[in-house]
Nanobody, 115 residues
Framework: QVQLVESGGGLVQAGGSLRLSCAASGSIFSINTWGWYRQAPGKQRELVATVSSGGTLNYADSVKGRFTISKDNAKNTVYLQMNSLKPEDTAVYYC?????????WGQGTQVTVSS
């Protein structure tokens, strides 16, 4: 079992920045993938960014150049640095941890970007 706790969401003006954190506790496999996803009202949950245990990064086209995913293995924590935020980035952001065959999700943190 893995528990994920997200933090760092909030209200920010367009053009601003936020940093999300997701701390994991429990049985953390060394081979895993971390991910950030988001869900806006009335829309499906979508991938924002992922990072594998080997360091492979993947970003949604809509956030490339603005968002950066990183991790601290010693702290079992993954981060999402979000710069140049836009109103369309408003959503609940979820952390996901995958250690095949298991996957776990965090509770979500609200990010609201005002115009």
């Amino acid at each position: 079992q893995v528990q994920l706790v997200e933090s760092g969401g909030g209200l920010v003006q367009a053009g601003g920045s936020l940093r999300l954190s997701c701390a994991a506790s429990g049985s953390i496999f060394s081979i895993n993938t971390w991910g950030w996803y988001r869900q806006a009202p009335g829309k499906q949950r979508e991938l924002v960014a992922t990072v594998s245990s080997g360091g492979t990064l993947n970003y949604a086209d809509s956030v490339k150049g603005r968002f950066t995913i990183s991790k601290d293995n010693a702290k079992n924590t993954v981060y999402l640095q979000m710069n140049s935020l836009k109103p369309e980035d408003t959503a609940v952001y979820y952390c996901r941890w995958i250690g095949i065959p298991y996957e776990f999700w965090g509770q979500g943190t609200q990010v609201t970007v005002s115009s």
